[in-house]
């Protein structure tokens, strides 16, 4: 399981980055200054950052600057609030591996995170349950040795099945974990999905358990 470490002073920023990357099936370990995000980063136990810049004690920025100098290769996501050009261009150069303004869908932010963690790893990314297998990298499921295309959302949504297997997931669970965003309770864009991607991988395989949700059989 890869541990992310996340440095951000909004509690209410960081409660649902470390939210939504657990159910992703992420470790986090939240931090809330400059200072102490810059041990942690050294300490070897992450495997990548997000990295607020406007950090009390140390500026985000100088963080990252500090562990560069120390040839700390750990991945770095810059998420902030600064959108300037000077801003942008100094984070990258500075060594950041990417860089995302607030506000932010929690749906790319992961994207995001997956790709670095991809580049660290160098090998394929699958997930397997049952008869199925799921590229992360390719977007395609195989099914009794036939391989489907999938939509951005239908992987989402399979993945984050894939990832809970057996366990009841609501429809606003995967609004917030699929979509990365609190939408109308009473839409019905997961009802949508959950039949496009029923008739892709066999309609018996996604169970409805009435009032609650959805779950993988």
Known sequence: MSRILIAEDDRGIADFIERGLTSAGYACNVVD????????????????????????????????????????SLPIIVLTARTKLEDRIRVLEGGADDYMPKPFQFAELLARIRLRLNDKQTSSVELSRGDMVLDLR???????????????????????????????????QLLSMVWGMDFDPGSNVVDVYIRTLRKKIGAEKIE????SGYRLV
């Open 138 to 172: 390719t977007q395609r499921v195989e099914i009794d040795g036939k391989w489907k295309d999938l939509s951005r959302r239908e992987m989402g949504l399979l993945e984050t099945f894939m990832r809970h297997p057996g366990q009841i997931l609501s429809r606003a």
């Open 33 to 72: 200054s400059g200072p102490v995000a810059f041990a942690a980063a050294r300490s070897g136990e992450f495997d990548l950052m997000i990295l607020d810049l406007g950090l009390p004690h140390m500026d985000g920025a100088d963080v990252l600057d500090q562990l560069r100098v120390l040839k700390v």
């Open 208 to 211: 409805t358990i009435r009032g």
